[in-house]
């Protein structure tokens, strides 16, 4: 076989992994033209289309290989040559994603493992994840007495000091890795609120060494984990240092911020989740497997009902509570562990749902709140519907104050002076039905036949009992009048 070309793909130094490419007469163009950066390296263990591999005739290194190509068109043997990881770095990549998905969740509102895919040569490959990790002290999360205390300088000669103790976990460390689609390395970046630009330079140096050490991502964050605050040396005495911009003579473990308490901020709410999570499945694992959707999710993005313990994944508590506002379901508004009748707080569903809904939630609250009030009432015209409040002892003849419409305050129907929104008859079925009601029964009643109507009965049937022990019918007329002893 007759060959017309020959190109070499090298790493640009010296190596075992250059491959020499032979083919017909055609335009092959540069390296970052078939989507190969310039210092990639093609494997030659991988096969080629109908490709012969032979030795290459170069005596000073017999290591060196020729891949013989013989494609039918170009864009085929681009695309065989344009080869993305080794299967075996595929599947040790993917391996790898899988541990971390497993120890740490699924991407849930900044924490868990976020994976990004990329089509490589029509290959889908993992091209970066992004992890939020918690250091420990000492690496460990099951000794009580492993804490150390938070430090705040601030001022000039006479510095105020605060001191806040009992810290075991330091706040999320913030860390994305790029992976290479042709080759197993990684870029990593370090985002951190608790540390400054010159720690995270430190620390995304020291991962990027540990990724090349090991070849793998699990062992670097189990690093992060364990390692990374000796690594880091910011302790002094088991205490970290905030400090402002003007505390003279600064110590080499000061840390400087202008708001050193919004720093301190972030300890405490960690601190808070966490013990939110004591006595539960969630104290334990870094990871949960949502009870509704199975889905494995990280544990500090898990929704816990306070009165209950029950946790749930944001998303679906998100959904649950969501979908009952706007049905209207507010008494609904519960655990979603089956049988549990916890209610969800106001705080919570603020958090979870979106503005429009939370504001249709408070106008159900308001309107629950006013047609369960025995002292407000709600204008009757439907154009209007505005609520007012009812003076004690008030006459039953009202004029809304919004819209000016005239009502009973009793039965709600256009005025009626002088004569009584009820019969007498109905006025004794409802003082029957309230002595024999349980409470249940008499918030039952109310609601049928409206609570005003109930008490006017009850206030009618103490009048009659009244005027049959304090008057007497006039001869005349029949009225009753008092007797005067």
């Not at 335009?27 to 078939?34: A, M, V």
């Not at 049988?339 to 408070?362: N, P, S």
């Not at 002088?418 to 007498?424: H, M, R």
Request: glycine share 6%; hydrophobic share 35%; with cysteine.
């Amino acid at each position: 076989m007759e060959h017309d070309e020959c190109i070499v793909l090298s790493s640009g130094e010296e190596s075992d992994d250059d491959v020499v490419v032979v083919g017909t007469a055609i335009d092959w163009g540069t390296p970052e033209s078939w989507g190969l950066p310039g210092t990639s390296r093609v494997s030659r263990k991988r096969s080629i289309a109908t490709a012969e591999i032979s030795a290459a005739a170069d005596d000073d290194d017999d290591d060196d290989a020729a891949i013989i190509v013989d494609c039918p068109s170009t864009s085929s043997c681009l695309s065989d040559v344009a080869m993305v990881l080794s299967q075996r770095d595929a599947k040790k990549r993917a391996e790898d994603i899988e541990a971390l998905k497993q120890q740490f969740g699924n991407d849930d509102s900044g924490w868990g493992a976020k994976v990004m895919v990329t089509k490589f040569a029509d290959e889908d490959v993992v091209s970066g994840v992004a992890i939020s990790v918690m250091p420990l002290l000492n690496g460990r999360a099951d000794d009580p007495t492993d804490s150390f205390t938070v430090v705040l300088l601030s001022g000039g000669g006479a510095s105020i000091q605060e001191v806040h103790g009992g810290y075991r976990h330091f706040p999320p460390i913030r860390v994305r890795v790029e992976l290479s689609a042709t080759e197993n390395s990684a870029k990593f970046y370090v985002n951190c609120s608790w540390l400054v630009k010159d720690h995270m330079k430190r620390l995304t140096a020291k991962l990027e060494y540990k990724y090349r050490k090991h070849r793998s991502l699990k062992p670097v964050f189990d690093w992060l984990i364990a390692g990374s605050i000796k690594f880091l040396d910011v302790l002094h005495h088991r205490r970290i240092f905030y400090v402002t911009p003007d505390v003279e003579q600064k110590k080499r473990y000061h840390i400087t911020f202008h708001n050193p308490s919004e720093v301190h901020k972030l300890y405490r709410d960690v601190q808070a989740k966490l013990a939110s999570h004591e006595g539960t499945a969630l104290a334990a694992e870094k990871a949960f497997d949502c009870a509704v959707c199975f889905d494995h999710k990280p544990s500090m993005a898990a929704i816990m009902f306070p009165e209950c313990k029950h946790f749930f994944c944001r998303a679906c508590v998100s959904e649950d509570l969501s979908i009952k506002v706007r049905e209207g379901q507010l008494k609904d508004l519960t655990c979603l562990e089956s049988g549990c009748k916890i209610h969800a707080d106001m705080e919570m569903i603020k958090t979870l749902v979106d503005g429009g809904t939370f504001q249709r939630y408070c106008d159900l609250t308001t309107d629950q709140f006013v047609d369960d009030s025995k002292m407000i009432i709600r204008c009757p015209k439907k154009e209007c519907n505005a609520p007012m409040e009812l003076i004690p002892n008030a006459q039953r003849e009202l004029s809304c104050l919004t819209c000016g419409h005239h009502f009973c305050g009793t039965c709600r129907a256009a005025p009626h002076p002088g004569v009584p929104c009820l019969s007498d008859d109905e006025k004794k079925q409802i003082r029957e039905e309230w002595k024999a009601a349980d409470e249940n029964g008499k918030k039952a009643l109310e609601k049928r036949v409206g609570a005003n109507n109930v008490k006017f009965a009850l206030e009618d049937a103490e009048s009659e009992e009244w005027i049959t022990k304090n008057a007497k019918p006039c001869p005349s007329c029949a009225t009753p009048i008092e007797v005067f002893v």
